[in-house]
């Protein structure tokens, strides 16, 4: 497929090369251009706007928030500004308010829009084991198979409205942080009545907590490896935000999403931007003299 991909960052860098890897021919934007050379040296090629990016079968976009992908999309040289008409994979995590404003934009355009957020950490990225949460028109999502195929182990279709695949996408990350913040508060527990935080993880992920959100971030938790971040802080903020944003719509009380939110605050404000959002597990030992 001739697949257009914007947004280099971490993740998308390494989705786009799985996708040429997959034999996709590749065509690549971002914002700072310097992020596409090592693919462009590798056979990917390089855009000179968003606009020119979209003009195969597929444009996809990994972007950090609503203000990247609103840019790429309704800017001057945007994605809805391009005579093709390439289905637009979104894999970034964004309100359902601009999920909303895309799809309708796609449609009177004459595209579509595909919401398909990931779950996954960059090294799962790099390994073709993302899991896709799809949402949008069934023969979109039939088109983008071979996509979906070459950068995740398993993709779950969840309906035809993509403003769908956000909302999932957002509750998701929703339970993976509250998964964070309750094993960290359980290993400064144990550590703090002499069980090392390693046997608590042992226990805990060898019973009733095998998830891969236990495991992979206990062991972040074990190892205090909380820099380099694969998914910083501030991103998991707005991610916070954008829950909350969508709960108020809907009038669903969150509660605890509020203490995520203040950890993840307190954790920029002491730690910088630079820590990984699993960091809130220092401020609650901190917190209580751990």
Not at 84 to 101: D, F, G, N, Q, Y
Not at 162 to 178: E, Q, Y
Request: aromatic share 6%.
């Amino acid at each position: 497929m001739k697949i257009g991909f914007i947004g280099l960052g971490n993740m998308g860098s390494v989705v786009a090369r799985n996708l040429m890897k997959a034999g996709h021919d590749v065509t690549v934007w971002n914002r700072s251009p310097g992020k596409a050379d090592a693919l462009v040296a590798e056979g990917a090629i390089r855009a000179a706007t968003p606009a020119e990016a979209a003009q195969g079968d597929v444009v996809q976009t990994i972007l950090a928030d609503d203000t990247a992908l609103e840019a790429v999309s309704f800017g001057p040289d945007g994605i809805l500004s391009a005579p093709s008409k390439a289905i637009h994979v979104s894999h970034s995590t964004i309100s359902v308010k601009l999920a909303e404003r895309l799809t309708q934009a796609h449609a009177d355009h004459g595209s579509v829009l595909v919401s398909a957020p990931v779950f996954g950490r960059p090294a799962a990225a790099e390994a073709a084991k993302l899991f896709i949460a799809a949402a949008g028109p069934a023969d979109a999502l039939d088109m983008c198979e071979p996509v979906f195929d070459a950068i995740g182990q398993k993709t779950f279709r969840i309906g035809g409205h993509p403003p769908a695949a956000n909302i999932v996408k957002l509750c998701g990350n929703f339970m993976i942080l509250a998964a964070v913040e309750a094993l960290a508060e359980a290993m400064t527990l144990a550590q703090k009545h002499g069980v090392a935080k390693a046997t608590l993880l042992e226990v805990m992920t060898g019973t009733l907590f095998g998830s891969p959100a236990y495991q992979i971030y206990g062991d972040i938790m074990v190892r205090d490896a909380f820099r380099p971040a694969g998914f910083a802080a501030p991103l998991g903020l707005k991610d916070m935000n954008l829950v909350s944003a969508a709960a108020t719509t809907a009038w669903v009380p969150m509660p605890a999403l509020s203490v995520l939110r203040d950890h993840l605050m307190a954790t920029v404000a002491r730690e910088g931007e630079e820590i990984d959002w699993s960091g809130i597990a220092k401020i609650i030992a901190e917190d209580a003299g751990a």
